[in-house]
């Protein structure tokens, strides 16, 4: 199967332009193309489909790598640098497990970019934004797949414990950071976590914040049933547990049997996910992608005092917990509680929830 993958990107680079991958529909031109020969190899060979992806992918690198070599091991950027694009939405589009192979694809796009925006701008600001910032139009149909994408090679990157070389002006030194630390160059070069807080987006920065709880209960083995043991209100539970469907069992339950569109295959990650055969998603040909909205309403919604609170606590903390932070973030909390506040009742009181022992 390498050697069908190896004829399929020479074949095909040989007849698009330098520039010929630079718009997005171009690129899944060739990613349909490419869907298909994974699914035949897949069938003719008997073997799983995220199997013949990953070699799909090694075999995009391969070909970015050998062109990379030739020119004194500079990227030539243009379809020789997007081609690792081609490989990034396959490892989503087919559910690559093999945390290797995408953790080697994250590194060969750092290496040319220095930075991972094509995956975190669109998560944080919304499929349109990157054609305004960076100009270029994210691979990704909406805000919600972007977030579920984001959170998918973060969990390969942290498996893998990916870290990477910054250089860092404070320090005047390159320091080694983490996948989700790395810097967005067009933002001022500021973490994502920074860009969520200053972007008013509480919902992202909790998603971005629920990863160290993640790790930690990986860590020890309690992924995923020791979500619900955790002593925190429902929602926050929620935003940990990533892997669960937006509206929640308990509404799933009172619903009545409906069949479900096709794009809510991808509600849910890991490996039981449905992945579309193809990239052209279900209803493209009434809307327009570069020019549709999106409606999807990824988290609930957080409250004022909550927002300031996780405000005083980022501002404060510096990157570490400490009894500083924790007593500005409960300081800026009750600071901005509604005048009716019952101080009797919580404000997001959950009957089914134990109240934290003193």
Known sequence: MDYIFECFFDDTFDQITRNG????????????????????????QDTQTEEVAAIAVLAAMRFHRLAKEQNGKVCLMGKYHNILYIGLRTCWDWGVRDSEVVVQLLEAIYECEKTFERIFLG??????????IAGWRSDFQDQHENVRAMVYFLKHAT????????????????????????????????????????????????????CTIRD??????????????????????????????????????????VPKPASAARAKLGSDMPRLETISSVGEEDESEDESENHVQL????????????????????????????????????????????????????????????
């Open 21 to 44: 991958l630079q718009d997005r529909q171009s690129r899944r031109d060739v990613l349909d193309h490419l869907s298909a020969i994974i699914k035949g190899c897949s069938e003719g």
């Open 216 to 257: 930690i209960l990986r860590q020890h083995h309690q992924l995923p049933n020791g979500i619900d043991t955790l002593r925190l209100p429902k929602r926050l539970q929620r935003y940990i547990d990533l892997t669960e469907e937006l509206e929640g069992p308990a509404v799933e339950s009172e619903k009545p049997d």
């Open 123 to 132: 998560a944080l600001f919304g499929p349109h934004a990157p054609h305004f």
């Open 299 to 358: 988290l609930e919604a957080v409250t004022d005092a909550e927002k300031a609170a996780v405000a005083a606590f980022v501002a404060t903390s510096d990157g570490a917990i400490t009894p500083e932070a924790k007593k500005a973030a409960m300081a800026a909390y009750m600071a901005n509680l509604p005048p009716d506040y019952d101080p009797e009742l919580p404000p997001d009181f959950d009957p089914d929830f134990p109240p934290l022992s003193s």
């Open 159 to 210: 498996r893998e414990k990916l870290t990477l070389p910054v250089w860092i002006p404070r320090f005047e030194q390159e320091r080694q950071l983490r996948f989700i630390d790395v810097p967005i160059e067009s933002c001022g070069k500021s973490s994502p976590l920074r860009i969520a807080l200053q972007a008013n987006a509480p919902e992202m920065l909790l998603i971005l914040l629920s």
